[in-house]
């Protein structure tokens, strides 16, 4: 992990939705016995006639400040996602620092929740703000960028490009049904050509083998056009939602 900078301190504490204090503009303003002072003005619209209220940011250098990090994510949804995020890069950083016989998941814990981590967390709101994600499907391409996903046919060959037409055309159709079960088509472009939906979580394992697939389906009065598998579902809204329900 890079070490923080104050650009990297300013984003973690606007996403807390707290003001970084800097200073906007100053003006001089009259001061006992005929002197002057410069009074600055906060970006939180207060006014200070000293620095030592610029000083009051968060240093991200704490577990207080982490676990403030932690319960915003959580309350915005976004833990799995971040939890995720951070699953790889300790795979690719850290991991063979893991004893053979330590448990990885626990070893893993230990390493995610020290105040070293607030870096990673601004690592991950960097990537958030532009990430684009190119994703490979049998029948479609999926283009995760920031809150959208966008779905087009894929153009491996044309037997498949026509599956993926049919693919879009059976999502947007079906969506339109407003169940509670699908991941809503917020746009869709005549022929099947593209269908955009929310960017939904990714469930984990242990989410997706507790869910009762069966339930999920089978409704009384209809059943979701849903496959049992794993990059089928999503979290949105934090409810369980289908994503992909155009085979």
């Known amino acids: 992990m890079k070490p923080l900078t104050d650009e990297d301190r300013k984003r973690l504490t606007l996403y807390l939705g707290e003001c970084w204090h800097e200073v906007v503009w100053g003006k001089i303003i009259p001061w006992h016995d005929c002197q002057k002072k410069t009074l600055l003005t906060c970006s939180c619209g207060n006014e200070w006639c000293n620095l030592a209220h610029f000083e009051q940011n968060r240093t991200f250098a704490t577990y ?3 676990g403030k990090l932690k319960d915003k994510l959580v309350e915005n949804g976004e833990w799995v996602h971040f939890r995720n995020y951070a699953h790889v890069i300790w795979k690719g950083d850290d991991a063979l620092e893991c004893p053979d016989n330590a448990d990885a998941d626990s070893w893993f814990t230990a390493w995610l929740f020290r105040p070293e981590s607030c870096g990673l967390v601004a ?5 958030k703000e532009g990430m684009v994600r190119l994703l490979f499907g049998t029948t479609r391409m999926v283009f995760l960028v920031g809150d959208y996903a966008i779905k087009v046919p894929s153009l491996a ?15 947007a159709s079906f969506s339109k049904t407003q169940w509670d079960e699908l ?7 005549p022929l099947g050509l593209m269908v955009v939906m929310k960017r939904c979580i990714p ?7 507790s869910l009762d697939y069966g339930k999920f389906v089978h409704k009384e009065d209809y059943q979701v056009p849903v ?3 794993l990059d089928s579902f999503g979290i949105l809204d934090g409810r ?8």
Do not use: H, M, W
């Not at 991941?183 to 472009?189: E, H, Y």
């Not at 469930?203 to 083998?209: A, D, G, M, V």
């Not at 369980?240 to 085979?247: H, N, Q």
């Open 64 to 66: 207080e400040d982490l």
């Open 157 to 171: 060959e044309y037997r498949l490009f026509l599956c993926g037409l049919l693919a879009n055309l059976q999502e």
């Open 203 to 209: 469930l984990t394992r242990e989410q997706f083998f």
């Open 183 to 189: 991941c809503p088509v917020i746009l869709s472009v």
């Open 240 to 247: 369980i939602v289908a994503v992909d329900y155009g085979s």
């Open 123 to 127: 690592e991950y709101l960097e990537q």
């Open 227 to 229: 496959e049992n598998k």
